[in-house]
């Protein structure tokens, strides 16, 4: 029976070590819970780093792990303590994740990490190859591994591949500046689909392509020498019924079985509530909101005492030094807003450095009556789609980057240009005082479209277009 290969730099669940046991909890990020619908079923794999380097793991716990993956119908990818620090902390963070998102000053080009990020993606290979049978269909996930369809390709060459990447393709002129843009663009055409977030993503793509390779472009098909390759854009969305469904039993809970969050949120009734919440990435436009925030309070005095930004920052990636200055630029920037504006009743800022339940986060999304969401670049945003999804009165306002994938579809929240701390700051005086009417009418509009196009018809348009790739690319060669 032919499966689908899932394939993604991490697997979707955590596993932890407990006196010679191993205890799994499935990841509740957005990959995991849009690829539920693909990876259930018998016919399904998940490849991917299973999160416990080699040299954590004796013979005895190997096995055990494997055990525990193939469980959950996953199989991992043994990875070293060198590889984590070179491909994925090095390669991958250090230069792809910086350029793609338009970080050029953060961006580094290290031979040592490049070799290290081609091994990795080779072991990926190896693996995949081992549990590939005829007629099986691959979809290969993000950056991590932009050459790997390609290494699959020279030993599977009619294996059917499928590759999206969830963060921007940049521009041509940025892409070009690194070394390796040739490699790069390659491992990706071995896929027979290449999927986006966005068309302006989709076109970059193609006009590098074009440019650094020299391939014919047709409509969206890139030609190579036999084969076709087809690049489209697929906007990912939500898994929408589960957070609506969680805001509707939020808003049902009785007094006493309320959380602390949501107990201290009502004493403090009389302040309405500007929520942000994004992983603490540079990309993410934290230091920018905090900055506008503290404008926006200038601007306009009538709002201290009346407005609080609640801001949910994620731990992420702690290990590489621009997390840790731009968390400590984090810290200063809200401990001297708070001292500047607090009063004996009212703190502007309420800061949270942590990963939280969902509860709480539907404690958050249900609560807040503005979402400030400012990213300085963004492949999609899902924090965007899941506060819209959470307002179960239809009420709230929702303020977004136009840098963000997520903008491209949601033209009816407001959307800001995060640089400019005047928009923003006027942007959210009229989000505080829009009409209820308004507000109503605004999240009708875009709950209808996040209901339709959730993540699981996301996932499906993906397999169906790629199934339907191989058929239509044959057609155009034999024409
Ligand atoms: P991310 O950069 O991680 O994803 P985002 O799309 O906002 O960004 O997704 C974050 C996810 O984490 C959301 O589903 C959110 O609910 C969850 N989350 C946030 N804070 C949390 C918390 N405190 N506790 C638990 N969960 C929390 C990358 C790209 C994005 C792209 C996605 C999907 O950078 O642009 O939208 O992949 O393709």
Known sequence: MS??????????????IDNNSIETTPSVGGLATGMK?????????????????????DKNLEELVANALKKHQCVGVPLTEYDIDKFYFGFSNNTLWPLFHYFMEYTEFEKDTWDAYY???????DVVIENLNEGDTIWVHDYQLLLLPEMIRKKKPNVSIGFFLHIPFPSYEVFRTIPYRKELLKGMLGADLIGFHTYDYERHFLSATQRILGHEINFNNVHLDNRIVKVDSFPMGIDYEKFYNAALDHDQKEKKEKTEIQQEIDKHYNAKLILSIDRLDYTKGIANRLRAFEYFLEKYPQFKGKARLVMLAVPSRSDVPQYQILKNEIDQLVGRINGKFAEVSWTPIWYFYRSMPFENLIDLYTSSEVA???????????VAKEYVASRVDKKGVLILSEMTGASKEMSEALIINPNNFEEIADTLKFALEMPEEEQIK???A???RLKRYNVEKWANDFMEALENTKTNAKKILLK
């Open 446 to 448: 875009l709950q209808k």
């Open 37 to 57: 619908s693909v990876h259930s079923g018998s016919d399904s794999i998940w490849i991917g780093w299973s999160g416990l380097p080699e040299e954590k793991l």
């Open 119 to 125: 091994d990795v993606n080779q072991k990926f290979a």
């Open 3 to 16: 499966k689908t290969i899932i394939i993604s730099n991490r697997l979707p669940l955590q596993l932890r």
């Open 372 to 382: 400030l969401l400012t990213p300085i670049r963004d492949g999609m945003n899902l």
């Open 442 to 444: 605004r999240n009708t």
